[in-house]
């Protein structure tokens, strides 16, 4: 009988020939499977792969892109996945587009947030879309008290170059 920790089906188990002409099996750890798209199943790029340990020791910005639906979609079906979150939006915010015929996909929706065809329906997705324009405006707000502390700091250099020339006259 085989050692107990060597009857897991966790090992990769690999068979050698040793130059004493024996066959000696030899156990590893196994590799995770390379990311796929969730939805056309093509390899993604970016994503590390490797053994449990190897994964535990490389960094975090190492291991996965930093972008929205790394490691999940590939950039195609990102595409069209916003693409089609853009066009139900609109179809039930403006009036124009009211009598646009899209299909719902449930196989796209299925990576937006839960409830987000009924709030789209509802038109509720535009109303976020505008709240959040007012704090675009109380950012821009202090900007303006920053030029005038920028310009009371000139003053001062400007004070500071007067008085130099000052001193080299009593001189
Ligand atoms: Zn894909």
Redesign the pocket.
Known sequence: MVEPSKRTRSTKKKKVRTPGGKTVTHFGRKKSGKAE?G??S?NLSGVATGTATAMKNTAKTKKMPSKPYAGV??P??LDSLMRYQTRIEAKFSSEDLSDLDIRRDLRLEKYLPRGWYEDASAGKVKKKAVKSKPVKKAEAKPKSPKKTVKKKTAKKKAGAKRKSPKGAKKK
């Open positions: 798209c939805l056309c093509k979609l590939c195609e079906c």
